[in-house]
C-alpha cells in the first residue's frame, strides 16, 4: 500500500487533525474541539490526546499487525487514558476526544475502522464506491451543547476516542478483499467537506486526489468554502482538513485522467 498524506489546519493555526502511515497502515484522527466555556478536568489539550493516541496506533498497528482493529484502538485508548490518570478527571465528559479511522493492508485483506465521523472510502475495480463513515454524532446537531455533552460515549448518543477504551466497541469495522480495491482514501471530515456540502461526489474527490494529490483536494475545499458564507453550514467555516490516499500495487493498473470536470 503506498500512502499521499497532508493535513492542513482550518481557522486556526492549531491542526488538531493528524495523519500517519507505514508500510502496511494508514490512520487518521480528527481532534473534537471542546464546547465554548467548557471545564473539561483535564490538563492538557486536544492537540496532546491526538499525538498520544496517533503514536500508540501507530505502533499498535506492526506490532500486532493481525489483530483485530478493535482490540488495536482499545489498546490505544487504554495507553492514553494510563498517560495523564493521575492528573486529570477521566470522568468529565468534556475531557479531550477525538475521531479516528483506520485501513490496513494484511494477507491479501484491507481491514478498515472508522469511529465518528472521519472516513474510509474504498473504490473497487468494479467502479463502485463505498464510503463509510459513522454518523451517529450528525444525527444530534439539531441539539445544544448542553444536550449533546451526556450523550457522548453512551449508548443511544455517539462515540469517541477519549479516555473510555469501551468506545473501540462501538466503531465500524470490516473487511475486503484486496485483490477487489483500486484506491481508498481516509479523511476527517473538513477533507470530506466537497461531498458533503459541496456536491462533489467520491469519484470525483478521488480523481484529484490521485491525479492532482491531496493538497488539491484541500485546495478545493478551501476555495469552495471561501465562496460560502460564514454561518450557511453548522461548524467552522474552515475545519482543519486532512487526507491519506491509498494506492494498492496488487492492484496497480492506473487510471487515465478523467474527462469529467472535477471541480464544482
Not at 38 to 56: M, S
Not at 233 to 253: L, M, S
Request: with cysteine; hydrophobic share 40%.
Amino acid at each position: 500500500m503506498k500512502v499521499d498524506r497532508l493535513s492542513q489546519p482550518g481557522d486556526g493555526l492549531v491542526n488538531e487533525d493528524l495523519a500517519l502511515s507505514g508500510q502496511y497502515h494508514a490512520l487518521v484522527i480528527d481532534g473534537a474541539t471542546a464546547e465554548p466555556g467548557a471545564e473539561t478536568g483535564c490538563v492538557h489539550d486536544v492537540r496532546w490526546l491526538v499525538a498520544r493516541l496517533g503514536t500508540a496506533l501507530d505502533r499498535l498497528l506492526v506490532e500486532r499487525p493481525a489483530d483485530d482493529l478493535r482490540a488495536i484502538l482499545r489498546a490505544a485508548i487504554e495507553s492514553v487514558r494510563d498517560a495523564h490518570s493521575g492528573t486529570c478527571d477521566l470522568g468529565n465528559p468534556c475531557g479531550p476526544t477525538a475521531t479516528v479511522a483506520i485501513l490496513r493492508e494484511r494477507d491479501g485483506l484491507a481491514d478498515y475502522l472508522v469511529l465518528s465521523d472521519s472516513a474510509v472510502v474504498l473504490e473497487r475495480l468494479d467502479g463502485t464506491v463505498e464510503a463509510v463513515i459513522d454518523d451517529r454524532i450528525d444525527r444530534l446537531l439539531h441539539l445544544s451543547w448542553q444536550e449533546v455533552r451526556p450523550l457522548r460515549n453512551a449508548p443511544g448518543g455517539f462515540w469517541v476516542a477519549g479516555s473510555d477504551p469501551a468506545a473501540a466497541g462501538q466503531a465500524r469495522t470490516g473487511t475486503v478483499e484486496l485483490s477487489r480495491l483500486r484506491r481508498a482514501a481516509l479523511l476527517t471530515d473538513g477533507a470530506y467537506r466537497l461531498v458533503e456540502r459541496y456536491g462533489w461526489t467520491w469519484h470525483q474527490l478521488l480523481d484529484v486526489a490521485e491525479f492532482d494529490g491531496p493538497a488539491a483536494v484541500v485546495g478545493e475545499t478551501r476555495r469552495a468554502e471561501l465562496r460560502t458564507a460564514p454561518g450557511h453550514f453548522a461548524g467552522k467555516h474552515h475545519d482543519d482538513a486532512t487526507i491519506a490516499f491509498c494506492r494498492f500495487e496488487t492492484t496497480a493498473a492506473p487510471l487515465t485522467r478523467p474527462t469529467h470536470e472535477v471541480t464544482k
